[in-house]
């Protein structure tokens, strides 16, 4: 959520004064005229509709979200749920209880020191998950999971549903168990977008898993529980892979359980114009989660309508995976609400896009549209035409450029460290960063670099994409071994760094999620001149600067700090830095999703204002046993540095549409035959038994990039490069480096 829409949010919420009948009227009559040239008059074909049959019934139900997850607005899921089991005659609450440990992260936790972290930040997520969250978060939150449990014991509900996100699935288990040990007879039942991925570990205690959308299943579960139903294993309800709800007409989001004024926007609410996603970017889930579908502009307003009149809420932010997947019925949406007189302030995700013109963002601006979501992903359009962005850098500047006329704020996701992605591609993202940051960018989402999601198009194609089917001290590694988690580890740590850099450099200020311990810890850069900031073009460059001729995945390790080292030159002049990392600081701020900590590096660095520099850099990588790995050593187990990964035979909807358009050489349905997975696990052990990236390096040397078109680094005679002895491996067949340079001993 961005800074722009808490300027939206009000101290008390109040409804909207209504019009008189016959001014709602005419309006009603004007907003159908306004919209008929862009809104399909039917629904679209092949939905399937929700029932809903009223009906007085016993059996109640309680819907929970634990954190950690969006503060800022009342959860639209859980309203839009129990809005659909309300109207069938269910006695329904819910409960936020995310909001509420939010609060008092921010009133108790936070302030008095209670954790070693920040919470609600992206750069945080991590700290949710496993150990950590036992170790650290549980002890802080676990009074308030007991009250909800309490509270949820004195309702004596029949039913009691989680929505799991991954990083709230730790305290949804804690409190699942904790109801059925309280409440043995209660049906707990779990859904949202956790449970859809294929690697759900499906608990005792889970009596209905629901996976897919939950409108149609919940009413199925509580009508089961209704009627007596018992089933002495978990019930799983999988959506059928075809089917897409319709999400035209149903039931008013409920939100009678939800108080308002405990969220960041009191008078603000999610909804959605669409579901599912029309785009097909190889590096996504979500996309496969279940298959587009438009809602109409008409009901849409509809529901926002009542809202506006009967809650006063006046700030939407749409939970679409793509708000502008349909341009002619988001047209009709903005245009329906200016003749509808609606007050209204809205963002969501969105695509960049060619075909929204200056004119269309003219309209979306009149209609409300204050900022997009953007998932710019890359600056680079091979790396985005490998993702299949389907749009180009050019019309992606011309979107913010547009943007900027009308006063539409551009919110801007980002992925460095895509499998394809070399050093000129990572340096053509910081490009387009710094050139558009005038643009009315007002949010860079920097991430935390790609990770290779099973149910993804790369998942199920990796080699398509330079992806080796092995994971690296469990990370991904590219398939020529040029790229692994240290290689991203250090893309998005100096992105971070880079970002720290456009500070005092942009109309207005970028938020961005600030990593404090980098300028503390891990750099320390001084700029020969804070005032020095120039305007720079696209370029292509050699970042291969140092030619040690280690190994593939040295070779490209020792170059990975140039293009940040060379674009914050560009943009900021001459500077003097120096850029650690080690296990101590790098395990702390980014966790072990990168590996177990095996990097050891200082590098200085000092270039002058027209471009000579000098360079002192002291890499050392080890090799060492990952700790983190749980298999158990050969021969009872296959514990390695190499983690052989196949994602062929996964079964989830999620999976098969992903797998059909990534289009692998094995069957569709079946995955890869048992020779082909044997030959997989035979990959594993002989590169576990023959590869050792260790490598130490000392490089010194001075450049001068006044003139870089004929730019040429001579190898210093101080550069000296000792690799541990051990035996070379054989060339695997599959591989396209030549592996025997992995292991020789340089002096």
Avoid at 313 to 328: E, H, P, Q, R
């Amino acid at each position: 959520m961005d800074y722009t829409l808490k300027d939206f949010a009000v101290d008390k919420l109040e409804a909207k004064e209504r019009p008189t009948e016959d001014i709602a009227d005419a309006r009603h009559r004007s907003m159908m005229e306004a919209i008929a040239p862009y809104a399909k008059q039917t629904v679209q074909k092949n939905l399937t509709p929700v029932y809903v049959d009223y009906k007085t019934r016993k059996t109640k139900l309680v819907l929970v979200l634990c954190p950690e997850w969006s503060p800022f607005m009342p959860p639209f899921s859980l309203a839009r749920l129990s809005g659909i089991s309300k109207s069938s005659g269910y006695e329904t609450h819910v409960m936020d209880l995310n909001v509420k440990a939010y609060n008092e992260y921010r009133t108790d936790w936070k302030p008095n020191n209670k954790l070693p972290f920040r919470l609600w930040d992206p750069t945080g997520s991590w700290h949710w998950l496993g150990d950590t969250y036992m170790k650290d978060i549980h002890p802080v939150l676990e009074p308030l999971l007991s009250k909800a449990v309490d509270d949820i014991v004195a309702l004596n509900p029949d039913v009691v549903g989680f929505s799991i996100y991954y990083i709230s699935e730790a305290p949804s288990k804690w409190m699942c168990k904790e109801l059925k040990r309280r409440l043995p007879n209660v049906k707990i039942a779990v859904g949202g977008p956790n449970v859809h991925n294929s690697w759900f570990k499906i608990e005792p205690y889970y009596d209905y898993v629901v996976i897919g959308e939950g409108e149609a299943n919940l009413l199925y579960l509580l009508d089961e529980v209704e009627d007596g139903i018992v089933h002495n294993e978990t019930k799983i309800l999988n959506q059928p892979e075809d089917q897409r709800i319709n999400i035209n007409g149903l039931p008013m989001p409920d939100y009678e359980s939800i108080d308002f004024s405990q969220y960041e926007l009191p008078n603000g609410v999610n909804s959605e114009i669409s579901r599912g996603c029309t785009a097909k970017c190889t590096f996504c889930e979500e996309t496969h989660f279940w298959k587009y579908r438009q809602r109409q502009a008409v009901d849409l307003i509809t529901e926002l309508e009542w809202l506006y009149y009967n809650k006063g809420t006046d700030v939407v932010w749409f939970i679409d995976s793509l708000v502008n997947g349909n341009l002619k019925e988001l047209r009709a949406f903005v245009k329906g609400v200016v003749a509808k007189d609606l007050k209204i302030k809205w963002t969501g995700y969105a695509r960049c896009d060619g075909r929204m013109d200056l004119e269309y963002m003219q309209d979306l601006a009149a209609g409300g549209c204050v900022m997009f979501n953007y998932g710019i992903e890359s600056g680079s359009q091979k790396v985005l035409d490998d993702m299949s962005k389907g749009v180009t850098i050019a019309e992606m500047e011309q979107n913010f450029i547009d943007g900027k006329k009308v006063g539409i704020w551009a919110s801007t996701n980002w992925i460095v460290g895509f499998p394809t992605e070399d050093f000129q591609d990572y340096a053509d993202s910081m490009t387009l960063l710094w050139r558009m940051r005038n643009n009315n960018i007002n949010n860079a989402g920097l991430g935390v670099g790609f990770s290779q999601g099973p149910e993804t198009i790369v998942g199920q194609n990796p080699h398509r994409y330079n992806l080796s089917w092995h994971k690296y001290q469990g990370h991904w590694i590219t398939n020529d071994f040029t790229m692994g988690g240290t290689h991203v580890m250090t893309r998005v740590k100096t992105f971070h760094m880079f970002a720290d850099f456009l500070k005092g450099c942009t109309d207005i200020p970028i938020g961005y999620p600030v990593r404090t311990s980098l300028a503390r810890d891990h750099y320390k850069i001084t700029l020969n001149n804070n005032n020095c900031i120039r305007e720079i073009e696209y370029e292509k460059f050699d970042y291969n600067i140092i030619k040690p001729n280690i190994n593939s995945f040295a070779d490209t390790l020792v170059n990975e700090m140039w293009p940040f080292f060379r674009m914050l030159w560009k943009t900021r002049g001459g500077y003097t830095a120096e850029v650690k990392f080690n296990p101590d600081i790098d395990l702390i701020e980014f966790g072990s999703q990168f590996g177990p900590g095996m990097y050891n590096a200082v590098y200085k660095f000092t270039i002058s204002d027209e471009g000579k520099w000098d360079a002192d850099f002291d890499i050392k990588f080890d090799q060492i046993d990952n700790n983190f790995d749980d298999r158990l050593p050969p021969p009872e187990g296959r514990k390695g540095p190499f983690y052989a990964q196949d994602y062929s035979r996964i079964q989830a909807n999620t999976a098969k549409r992903a797998r059909k358009l990534a289009k692998p050489d094995w069957d569709l349905e079946l995955g890869r035959n048992t020779q082909d997975f044997t030959d997989l696990l035979n990959e594993e052990q002989l590169f576990n038994d023959t590869i050792d990236f260790s490598f130490k390096l000392h490089w010194v040397d001075s450049g001068d990039w006044s003139n870089y078109t004929d730019y040429e680094v001579k190898v210093s005679d101080t550069t000296s490069v000792v690799i541990p002895e051990k035996e070379a491996m054989t060339q695997a067949e599959f591989v396209s480096i030549d592996i025997s340079t992995i292991k020789i001993k340089t002096t």
